[in-house]
Each structure stands twice: as structure tokens, then as C-alpha cells.
Nanobody
Framework: QVQLVESGGGLVQAGGSLRLSCAAS????????MGWFRQAPGKEREFVAA????????YYGDSVKGRFTISRDNAKNTVYLQMNSLKPEDTAVYYC?????????????????WGQGTQVTVSS
């Protein structure tokens, strides 16, 4: 079992930055890949980013490439999502996910474990 708790969401102006954090507990953190998805009202869930268990491989959805950076600190059991150059269309609830499977084509299959979500709102 894995428990995930996100933090760091909030309201920011377009062009600004936010950093999301996801703290994990339960199984040994360094044994599984982590990722982020988001969902805006009335839209389907969208893959944002993923990182391998070691941190050596990262994957991004097309809409965030070049603006968002995923990282992890296995000593702190935490994964981060640094979001720069935010746009109003980035407004969504962001969910942390464990055991994600991602591809180089910018797609991903979620794992079994989800956080509760954190709201990110970008004003124009």
C-alpha cells in the first residue's frame, strides 16, 4: 500500500510559477515510478509528467514540455512538480500517482495509488 499527500497548489497569475509536492508513505518509495495527472472541470484527465524510480528518466505530456519539471527526493519520499510559465489553461486539480507507467510518446497509464488532489488556478 502507498499513501500520497499533495501540497503546494494555489492561485497564481499567468506567467508565474508554483511547485507541487507529493509525500509518499507505505512501501519503499525508491521502488516505484511516480507521476502527476491533472483534470480540469468538464475535461478528461490528462497526463502531466512522470519520473522513474531512480529519477534517471522523466516523461512529459505535450502541453507542459519545456515549462514543467518533475523531480524526486528518495531520501524524503517526495516527488515534486515545478511549474513555470503557467497559463490559464493549466488550471486544474493536480493528482499525484504512484506506480505510473509512462512512454516517450507523452502518454501514461496510471498506477493504483492516488493522492487527494491539489487545486492550481492560473488567472489571466
Amino acid at each position: 500500500q502507498v499513501q500520497l499527500v499533495e501540497s503546494g497548489g494555489g492561485l497564481v497569475q499567468a506567467g508565474g510559477s508554483l511547485r507541487l509536492s507529493c509525500a509518499a508513505s507505505g512501501r519503499t518509495f525508491s521502488t516505484y515510478a511516480m507521476g502527476w495527472f491533472r483534470q480540469a472541470p468538464g475535461k478528461e484527465r490528462e497526463f502531466v509528467a512522470a519520473i522513474s524510480w531512480s529519477g534517471s528518466n522523466t516523461y512529459y505530456g505535450d502541453s507542459v514540455k519545456g515549462r514543467f519539471t518533475i523531480s524526486r527526493d528518495n531520501a524524503k519520499n517526495t516527488v515534486y512538480l515545478q511549474m513555470n510559465s503557467l497559463k490559464p489553461e493549466d488550471t486544474a486539480v493536480y493528482y499525484c500517482n504512484a506506480e505510473i507507467t509512462a512512454t516517450r510518446r507523452g502518454t501514461a497509464f496510471p498506477g493504483n495509488y492516488w493522492g487527494q488532489g491539489t487545486q492550481v488556478t492560473v488567472s489571466s
